[in-house]
């Protein structure tokens, strides 16, 4: 591997993971550049006392064979396990079991692991927003926002969501800039509550329920985390996501009171007495659910040397999101070597 690192990646999430692996098993350096404390993206998990919980995605899809072969690996590794299969539904009539051939995986022993996992041996430069762009002469910088610069890199990679990426890559490429706005990308808030004891049992409905898909109100999903892979000793916790609807129309709204209203939704269509929570929270995704056009190999990459990769390119999925890094990881080697 060479010693001044030739590739800089924005963004640490799953995307930008991916396109790392594949560039240092060609021994190809890279930098990868983060605004949050560890790597992740919307595999985020949070610890709190007593649980832990998940914030972001909360399992995962599998539909195309490269990715199937993936899953296989991590699986062996330990790393990811089947979740939720005791699926439910609530529609405005109560609660469905919810039966379909779809194998859905959760990271093991949160979802955060994975990308961890992705993470070691990689050149990770965490808690560094970048702010800017810069070609010179001799390649590519980057300037972060307390002033400091990086470089030079050979070419640029940036996966984080299309709005933040536009800015970044306008003064360069128009034309990924427009690509940028094609994409929408609409909000999600997802809450989480703890428990000191369980909750209580539904009548109808499986004791052991893992996941429930809500089709009433302004929640989408609710996620028991005391049921996902290795967190089986943990307090009952909840991740209540809410709907794109709710999202967007809370998006300013504070914290504490969005939780508080998830929370309320929760209760509403339980009906069941339940526990007084230890913990409640949310935590807004500005952006999290991309929509627009989608063509091509799955990502952008310039002839300038800048290129763009996410599940905004590929399938708005965890699938889509590594097969768009991995995919212009590979193209990255195949050019380099050219």
Known sequence: ??????????????????????????????????KARGPGGRLTSRRLPGAVVDLGAQYFTVREARFSEQVAAWRKAGLVAPWPQRLWRVEAD????????????????????????????????????????????????LADDTGRVHGPYTRVVVTVPTPQAEPLVAPH??????????????????????????????????????????????????????????RQSQDESLTLLASPEASTAWL??????????????FETFYAQPIPKPRLIGAHRWRYARPSGPISGPGYRLSARGIALCGDAFRSPRIEGAWLSGHDLGQALAAEIGR
Request: aromatic share 6%.
């Open 1 to 34: 591997m060479t010693a001044t690192p030739s590739i800089a990646i924005i963004g640490a999430g799953l995307s930008g993971l991916a396109c790392a692996q594949v560039l240092a098993d060609r021994d190809i350096s890279s930098e990868v550049f983060d």
């Open 94 to 141: 109560g609660w469905q079991p919810h039966h379909d051939d779809q194998t859905r995986y959760s990271a093991a022993p949160r979802m955060s692991a994975l990308t961890r996992s992705l993470a070691e041996g990689l050149n990770l430069h965490v808690q560094t927003r970048i702010t800017a762009l810069h070609q010179k002469a001799d390649g590519w910088w």
């Open 252 to 265: 300013e709204d504070d914290a504490d009171t969005v939780a508080e209203r998830l929370f309320s939704a």
């Open 173 to 230: 490429d128009p034309a990924l800039a427009a690509d940028c706005l094609a994409i929408v990308q609409k909000p999600c808030w997802a809450g989480h509550v703890v428990f000191d004891e369980p909750l209580p049992e539904l009548p109808g409905v499986d004791a052991d329920w893992q996941a429930a898909f809500v089709n009433v109100g302004p929640l989408a999903m609710i996620s028991r985390n005391d049921t996902k892979p290795g």
